[in-house]
């Protein structure tokens, strides 16, 4: 084993070893400080595990950096048993990813709280494993045109995951403020997609270049996530209390919102043409005011009641724009509707915090 290989993997082991156990310590203490606003409702609980998601991530790279070690060690790193194991934690490490990715704000639409497609890209990923493990047996460490055929599968997934963890990471930075990260993040994901290189073009680097891009990828990686970490503290200690919000429903397409920490005092709204918009948020405000609280969500899907998550961010979207806010103070999605699972969401504000008057009450009804 040389000493370049032997240097990364031990770096290897306990960068990720560090980096987890600060990420699931930061998990944890979050948890504590903000079960209020992670956990809502007196039914179905919202619990917000991406970050702990991405801590099991870097636990797995402790176990194929050991795994790595081990094999160089005892030299069966060309042996079919090692080859398994590395296809083994590849995988899992590719699912933490994703699953992190579930609960990321601003992933693609696809992805974010999206049980259907992420069940969908859970099995193309076990069938990728699967794969690479037949290529494994097969095929063993046959080259061809300067590609290592049985990588070629996990390669593709991984690039993949790559391409969303990018958007992801971009638009979460951007619209947290944090400009320069977003742009750091992106070269940090195009690093880890160049240290996964070597090994499927055999040809690529040399040694000492492909171990230096994974020790800077994996340490970056840390520093990134605990960025992210730090933000998500930020963006929960300035979420609204439902306690505090207060709407009132006073006429068709005209609404009173009082949030005072967003600097929004006995607001009034007026939606204008925008019916769909306000429909909406009355069902919401109607649900959440006079249902039991198992049927005070609405379903948000295609074939669902409402269609898209667009119709909800809209809602925001226009409320922001009608009120002017600042950067600092203007509304996010998930200030007003909250995610409780199963594709459903409700209104955040509590019942005796909104009011509708009663001839809307009745003309809503009728118009469904």
């Not at 000493?3 to 987890?20: E, K």
């Not at 958007?167 to 940090?188: C, P």
């Not at 109607?286 to 005070?296: C, P, S, V």
């Amino acid at each position: 084993m040389s000493q370049v290989t032997q240097f990364h993997n031990l770096s290897h082991i306990f960068i990720s070893l560090i980096g987890a156990v600060l990420l699931l310590a930061i998990y944890y203490n979050i948890r504590k400080r903000f079960r209020s606003v992670l956990e809502e409702g007196n039914s179905i609980k919202r619990v917000d595990r991406g970050l702990l998601f991405f801590s099991c991530g870097m636990l797995v790279w402790v176990f194929s950096g050991t795994w790595a070690l081990l094999g160089n060690y005892f030299s069966f790193e060309n042996t079919l048993i090692y080859q398994v194991g590395v296809n083994i934690f590849s995988t899992i490490n590719n699912l933490f990813w994703l699953l992190a990715l579930y609960y990321m704000y601003y992933s693609p639409q696809f992805i974010y709280r999206n049980e259907k497609n992420v069940k969908i890209i859970s099995v193309i990923i076990a069938v990728v494993f699967a794969l690479t493990l037949l290529l494994s047996i097969s095929l063993r460490n046959e080259v061809y045109v300067g590609i290592k055929l049985m990588g070629v599968p996990d390669f593709l997934l991984t690039t993949f995951l790559c391409y969303l963890m990018a958007i992801s990471f971009y638009r979460t930075f951007m619209f947290r403020g944090l400009k320069l990260v977003a742009l750091i993040s992106i070269v940090i994901v195009f690093l880890l997609f160049a240290s996964q290189l070597s090994d499927v073009f055999v040809e690529w680097g040399n040694e000492f270049l492909n171990q230096l891009i994974r020790i800077i990828t994996k340490t970056s990686l840390v520093c990134l996530f605990l960025v992210l970490a730090t933000s998500w503290v930020i963006q929960l200690a300035n979420t609204p209390r439902p306690n505090e919000m207060k709407i009132k429903f006073l006429d068709w397409s005209l609404i009173e919102l009082t949030i005072p920490s967003k600097g929004i005092i006995t607001e009034k709204i007026d939606f204008g043409a925008k019916t769909t918009q306000y429909k909406n948020l009355l069902d919401f405000g109607i649900r959440r005011k006079f249902n039991h609280a198992t049927e005070q969500c609405i379903e948000v899907r295609y074939g669902g009641e409402i269609k898209s998550q667009t119709y909800i961010t809209r809602i925001i979207d226009n409320i922001n724009t009608i009120l002017q806010l600042n950067e600092e103070n203007r509304l996010e999605r998930k200030d007003l509707i909250t995610f409780v699972g199963d594709s459903k969401y409700r209104l955040r504000i509590l019942p005796e915090n909104i009011s509708i008057d009663e001839a809307l009450v009745i003309e809503f009804d009728e118009s469904i």
